[in-house]
C-alpha cells in the first residue's frame, strides 16, 4: 500500500502558476505509476497527468497539454504536479493517486489503488 499526502494548493490568479506535491510513504512508490486527477464542483473526477515508474513516460489530458508538467522524484518519494497559465476551469480538487505495479500509464480512476485526500487549487478570473 501506498500512503499519499498532497500539499501546494491554493488561490491564484487566472495566468498565474502553482506546484503540487504528494509525498508518498511505502514500500512499493518507486514501482508504482502515479496520477493526478482533479474534481470540479458538480462535476465527476477526472484524469489529469500520469507518469510510468519505469520510462518516465507521462501522459496528459488535452486541456493541460502544454500547461501542466508532472513529475517524480524517487529517491524523495514524491510526485509533482507544475502547473502554468491556469485557467478559472482549473478550479478543483486535485489527487494524487497510485497505480501500483502497472506495466502502462493508465488514465482509468479503477486503475489507482491508493489515493490522497486531495487539496484545493482555486483560480480566480
Known amino acids: 500500500q501506498v500512503q499519499l499526502v498532497e500539499s501546494g494548493g491554493g488561490l491564484v490568479q487566472a495566468g498565474g502558476s502553482l506546484r503540487l506535491s504528494c509525498a508518498a510513504s511505502?514500500?512499493?512508490?518507486?514501482?508504482?505509476?502515479m496520477g493526478w486527477f482533479r474534481q470540479a464542483p458538480g462535476k465527476e473526477r477526472e484524469f489529469v497527468a500520469a507518469?510510468?515508474?519505469?520510462?518516465?513516460?507521462?501522459l496528459y489530458t488535452d486541456s493541460v497539454k502544454g500547461r501542466f508538467t508532472i513529475s517524480r522524484d524517487n529517491a524523495k518519494n514524491t510526485v509533482y504536479l507544475q502547473m502554468n497559465s491556469l485557467k478559472p476551469e482549473d478550479t478543483a480538487v486535485y489527487y494524487c493517486a497510485a497505480d501500483r505495479g502497472a506495466l502502462v500509464v493508465r488514465t482509468a480512476q479503477l486503475a489507482y489503488e491508493d489515493w490522497g485526500q486531495g487539496t484545493q487549487v482555486t483560480v480566480s478570473s
Open positions: 507518469i510510468a515508474w519505469s520510462s518516465g513516460r507521462t
Open positions: 511505502g514500500r512499493t512508490f518507486s514501482t508504482s505509476n
